[in-house]
T-cell receptor, first 114, second 113 residues
Framework: DTGVSQDPRHKITKRGQNVTFRCDPI?????LYWYRQTLGQGPEFLTY????????KSRLLSDRFSAERPKGSFSTLEIQRTEQGDSAMYLC????????????FGPGTRLTVL | SQKIEQNSEALNIQEGKTATLTCNYT??????LQWYRQDPGRGPVFLLL?????KEKRKERLKVTFDTTLKQSLFHITASQPADSATYLC????????????FGAGTRLFVKA
């Protein structure tokens, strides 16, 4: 257990529904990342926050995906109008600058879109 | 576009031998290169980080080399054990990639007793 928690651990939804995932990073970690991972692939970068500022995001977050970190602590990732291709493991990671750029990953939220 | 390549085929070795995994990248000048371990159904776990101005780093049975001219990193596990069986991911961060972290697809390692 790295200390990063994610909720829910599993989510099954029907196509077209909206889903929201939550990530609680290690306390006082100022860096927070979201990734998506499918079977046989490495994590795919979605977005990066430094405190409450979203400093980097992939093209995926320009449409149905959005992420927030309102107070620089927990973060949420929302997927609107889900599609079957969104089925994946969604991973959150946090880090602080004192550890270099080490990232501590949570257990992930597995999303299944029917 | 930025790309990372890791051995796509699984690596099978005998207990006690040294496992060597390769990570090659293109169109990228990272500030850091990291190696992570991932077990099925779990998030990746950080193992080692090496910076662009470092050639080699060691931690217990692990050794990482980083050649920015060849754009390659080698990851070694000495005296391998069955418990080392997992997927090992290479990741690049910083430098020309900004704040993004780019992961390879990973190499599956099986250590036989």
């Amino acid at each position: 257990d790295t200390g990063v928690s994610q909720d829910p651990r599993h989510k099954i939804t029907k196509r077209g529904q909206n889903v929201t995932f939550r990530c609680d990073p290690i306390s006082e970690h100022n860096r927070l990342y979201w990734y998506r991972q499918t079977l046989g692939q490495g994590p795919e970068f979605l977005t990066y926050f430094q405190n409450e500022a979203q400093l980097e995001k992939s093209r995926l977050l320009s449409d149905r995906f959005s992420a927030e970190r309102p107070k620089g602590s927990f973060s949420t990732l929302e997927i609107q109008r889900t599609e079957q291709g969104d089925s994946a493991m969604y991973l959150c990671a946090s880090g602080d600058n004192s550890g270099g750029d080490t990232q501590y990953f949570g257990p992930g939220t597995r999303l299944t879109v029917l | 576009s930025q790309k990372i390549e890791q051995n796509s085929e699984a690596l099978n070795i005998q207990e006690g031998k040294t496992a060597t995994l390769t990570c090659n990248y293109t169109n990228y000048s990272p500030a850091y290169l990291q190696w992570y371990r991932q077990d099925p159904g779990r998030g990746p776990v950080f193992l080692l980080l090496i910076r662009e101005n470092e050639k080699e780093k060691r931690k217990e049975r692990l050794k990482v080399t980083f050649d920015t001219t060849l754009k390659q990193s080698l990851f070694h596990i000495t005296a391998s054990q069955p418990a080392d069986s997992a997927t090992y991911l290479c990741a690049l961060e910083g430098g020309t990639g900004g704040f993004k972290t780019i992961f390879g697809a990973g190499t599956r390692l099986f250590v036989k007793a």
